[in-house]
């Protein structure tokens, strides 16, 4: 096995796109044969689904990832942006940005719901409305639990998981491998754009792309996918906490209409907001980077 490590590190960025969709499939079918060896299909019970979304974001995102890196690279940790110390007072920066910026980010899902499509495409707009209702339902079902244990699970399961899963994968893999051939922007751009299309949901397709090409941004600034994957986790994490403390009779606001509405001046102020903290972020890490020289 050590004399695969490093093999592809000179192949070309197509080629090391394809193994990674490669791997991609090998380990999502492996993954699947897995899930219905113990589940045997069961698609009913709320627990044999849970399993399945586990099972399908470490087989999709997180070993295609690591393994890519082990035949690419001679630094796993490099090749991954996992090589660089936390700065821990930008991971506060980076949580509170998030906060802030999720009136902004619902105000685009809004106006993004309101795109209506040509007459000629009413099939394919019915389609993906009745996946985006599907897609709701089964969101619904997994976010409905009434105690601290189950609350705990969904958090791995929603929040940690996907937020590592899904940034080793596109910010970690493809932006990483994309950033060999083209220019960094192009690349940040293009990943968010696919980031964005795999999830298959039309009606929020411009609010995540943007918030993917934020995290692409944050690790050409920072070069740590920590940061990166601590933003994509608040992102998830507001919306599981908050939908528990509401399912569970707490009065807390609906987190998805903030800043929609009779918020919608939220929502701008929380625009103004992601503005200036998309600069700030980019002036920050670049006086953290002087003064590293300075040293």
């Given at each position: 096995?050590?004399?695969?490590?490093?093999?592809?590190?000179?192949?070309s960025v197509f080629s090391k796109l394809l193994i990674l969709i490669g791997l991609l499939f090998v380990f999502a079918v492996s993954g699947s044969?897995?899930?219905?060896?113990?589940?045997?299909?069961?698609?009913?019970?709320?627990?044999?689904?849970?399993?399945?979304?586990?099972?399908?974001?470490?087989?999709?995102?997180?070993?295609?990832?690591?393994?890519?890196?082990?035949?690419?690279?001679?630094?796993?940790?490099?090749?991954?942006?996992?090589?660089?110390?936390?700065?821990?007072?930008?991971?506060?920066?980076?949580?509170?940005?998030?906060?802030?910026?999720?009136?902004?980010?619902?105000?685009?899902?809004?106006?993004?719901?309101?795109?209506?499509?040509?007459?000629?495409?009413?099939?394919?707009?019915?389609?993906?409305?009745?996946?985006?209702?599907?897609?709701?339902?089964?969101?619904?079902?997994?976010?409905?639990?009434?105690?601290?244990?189950?609350?705990?699970?969904?958090?791995?399961?929603?929040?940690?998981?996907?937020?590592?899963?899904?940034?080793?994968?596109?910010?970690?893999?493809?932006?990483?491998?994309?950033?060999?051939?083209?220019?960094?922007?192009?690349?940040?751009?293009?990943?968010?754009?696919?980031?964005?299309?795999?999830?298959?949901?039309?009606?929020?397709?411009?609010?995540r792309m943007l918030l993917g090409a934020f995290f692409g941004y944050l690790l050409v600034w920072s070069g740590n996918l920590w940061l990166s994957?601590?933003?994509?986790?608040?992102?998830?994490?507001?919306?599981?906490?908050?939908?528990?403390?509401?399912?569970?009779?707490?009065?807390?606001?609906?987190?998805?209409?903030?800043?929609?509405?009779?918020?919608?001046?939220?929502?701008?102020?929380?625009?103004?907001?992601?503005?200036?903290?998309?600069?700030?972020?980019?002036?920050?890490?670049?006086?953290?980077?002087?003064?590293?020289?300075?040293?």
């Amino acid at each position: 096995m050590s004399n695969l490590k490093g093999l592809y590190t000179q192949s070309s960025v197509f080629s090391k796109l394809l193994i990674l969709i490669g791997l991609l499939f090998v380990f999502a079918v492996s993954g699947s044969i897995i899930w219905l060896l113990i589940t045997h299909g069961n698609m009913n019970d709320t627990g044999s689904l849970k399993l399945l979304q586990l099972i399908q974001s470490i087989a999709v995102f997180i070993l295609p990832s690591i393994v890519l890196a082990y035949l690419c690279s001679n630094n796993m940790k490099v090749f991954l942006s996992l090589d660089k110390p936390i700065n821990w007072v930008a991971v506060l920066f980076v949580i509170l940005f998030m906060i802030l910026i999720v009136p902004f980010i619902n105000l685009l899902g809004d106006l993004n719901q309101r795109l209506v499509l040509p007459d000629a495409l009413s099939g394919l707009e019915k389609m993906m409305k009745s996946s985006e209702n599907d897609r709701a339902a089964l969101a619904t079902k997994f976010l409905n639990v009434h105690n601290l244990p189950a609350l705990f699970f969904n958090i791995f399961l929603i929040a940690i998981i996907p937020a590592i899963g899904e940034e080793l994968f596109f910010r970690g893999a493809i932006q990483g491998v994309l950033r060999q051939k083209l220019n960094v922007k192009l690349a940040i751009w293009i990943t968010a754009v696919v980031f964005s299309a795999i999830h298959m949901q039309f009606y929020g397709f411009v609010p995540r792309m943007l918030l993917g090409a934020f995290f692409g941004y944050l690790l050409v600034w920072s070069g740590n996918l920590w940061l990166s994957i601590v933003a994509h986790f608040s992102n998830n994490v507001l919306a599981v906490i908050f939908y528990y403390l509401k399912n569970n009779g707490y009065k807390v606001p609906d987190i998805d209409t903030i800043g929609t509405g009779n918020t919608l001046w939220i929502g701008l102020v929380s625009g103004v907001i992601a503005i200036l903290g998309f600069w700030f972020f980019s002036r920050y890490f670049h006086k953290c980077d002087k003064r590293t020289l300075n040293l």
